[in-house]
């Protein structure tokens, strides 16, 4: 049975920090593959405006590709509206594959207005990555909005991935204000974003 890691996001771009933190993941759990999934419409994410979805698959391949490893799909960007995970782990599912699919610390407050957040942790490996500082009791604040067996493993699923000071909030404020992004990003995305003239405005 393969094992595989489902990392979601906008990725808007993806960037090293994306890619980094995949490979620690993939090597720590021993998975066979780590898979990219861009979210064609996120429906809990703040940002009105994102770049195209074809746009974000489009850097997402080409970021890793030679990537053993890593791979990217389009199974969200393929489905009409929004992207709900937990549709996509049955679809993934029902391939064979054992799941591990990962979110960030920052998506906590989310947690509880996901779309059958009960089933998401019972049907797949769930791990919240923990970024360093990031303190753990934040998990109090949304304990009451979770069925208990929800909540302890969700506290349960924790584990530490390392700092990197890189966002996509980030990349995008220094393409506007014309700054240099090849430290931040694969050149193949500098790229991509230059020839098609992303994130200007």
């Avoid at 808007?12 to 920090?17: A, E, I, N, S, T």
């Amino acid at each position: 049975m393969e094992k595989l890691g489902i990392l979601g996001g906008t990725f808007d771009p993806v960037h090293l920090g994306h890619i980094i933190i995949a490979q620690d993941l993939r090597e720590k759990l021993k998975l066979d593959k780590v898979v990219f999934i861009p979210a064609r419409c996120a429906p809990h994410k703040r940002r009105k405006k994102s770049a195209p979805p074809a746009h974000r698959l489009a850097m997402l391949r080409a970021a890793l590709k030679g990537y053993e490893g890593l791979a990217v799909s389009d199974i969200e960007i393929r489905r009409r509206g929004a992207s709900y995970t937990i549709d996509t782990i049955r679809r993934i599912a029902d391939t064979g594959a054992r799941i591990t699919f990962f979110t960030g610390s920052d998506s906590i407050e989310y947690l509880p207005k996901w779309r059958e957040i009960d089933a998401i942790v019972k049907e797949c490996g769930f791990i919240l990555m923990k970024r360093p500082g990031f303190d753990l009791e934040k998990l109090e604040e949304i304990k009451g909005e979770l069925r208990p067996a929800t909540f302890r493993a969700i506290k349960k699923s924790a584990i530490n991935i390392r700092r990197i000071e890189i966002s996509s909030t980030e990349i995008r404020r220094r393409i506007r204000r014309g700054q240099d992004i090849s430290h931040l990003v694969p050149s193949s995305v500098a790229g991509y974003i230059s020839a098609k003239r992303l994130y200007k405005t």
